[in-house]
């Protein structure tokens, strides 16, 4: 039932490397969001976007990067993984005010 | 700065049995409150929200949540607890500028007894 689409689902990489996670969502909602959320624990917000060229850095503070040139679209990279890196991370959406988010099923990564 | 407080990181229930978990707010206005539910390796899928018309909100799966401004509370309750209850709660507030982001409770994990 998602209409928010993250890939990978899983993804294991070594330390170093350069990822992008995906968030892709057909709604038209100007809001997306990057939470990050260690298995069982709370969700931290790293970053969000109101609309296209506009990003803010979330509360915890990430070396992760996030672009937004299209309004579907609002991937994350990160230069060179560490293995601090490893969590899940969370991409919602959201429509007007009051609206809820809308999460996608998220990407595990782990960073060996 | 709005918060929220999720009273008790694991709540156990008998199958049948009242569900009650606890929600307290912080804000300097009245906001907009949510709870969501989180099944494993999944995302958060939205059970209710208050958004300032009645009080008593209900929600999907027969949970309700009741706005309580002198309590400064949004309890999530429901009245009898089904095994497949069992996930990850999430209690979450917004200002009603919809200029912030929501921020989130720390998250109570319901599990439920047969």
């Known amino acids: 039932e998602a209409d928010i689409y993250q890939t990978p689902r899983y993804l294991v990489i070594g330390t170093g490397k350069k990822i992008t996670l995906e968030c892709s969502q057909t709604?038209?909602?100007?809001?997306m969001y990057w939470y990050q959320q260690d298995p069982g624990m709370e969700l931290h917000l790293i970053h969000y976007s109101y609309g296209v060229n506009s990003t803010e850095k979330g509360d915890l503070s990430s070396e992760s990067t996030v672009s937004r040139i299209r309004t579907e679209h609002f991937p994350l990279t990160l230069e060179s993984a560490r293995p601090s890196h490893t969590s899940q991370y969370l991409c919602?959406?959201?429509?007007?005010?009051?609206?809820?988010?809308?999460f996608g099923n998220g990407t595990r990564l782990t960073v060996t | 700065a709005q918060s929220v407080t999720q009273l008790g990181s694991h709540v156990s229930v008998s199958e049948g049995a009242l569900v009650l978990l606890r929600c307290n707010y912080s804000s300097s206005v009245p906001p907009y409150l949510f709870w969501y539910v989180q099944y494993p390796n999944q995302g958060l899928q939205l059970l209710l929200k208050y958004t300032s018309a009645a009080t008593l909100v209900k929600g999907i799966n027969g949970f309700e949540a009741e706005f309580k401004k002198s309590e400064t509370s949004f309890h999530l309750t429901k009245p009898s607890a089904h095994m497949s209850d069992a996930a990850e709660y999430f209690c979450a507030v917004t200002s009603r500028s919809g200029n912030t982001p929501l921020v989130f409770g720390k998250g109570t994990r319901l599990s439920v007894i047969a």
């Open positions: 709604m038209g909602h100007d809001k």
């Open positions: 919602a959406s959201s429509g007007g005010t009051n609206s809820p988010l809308h």
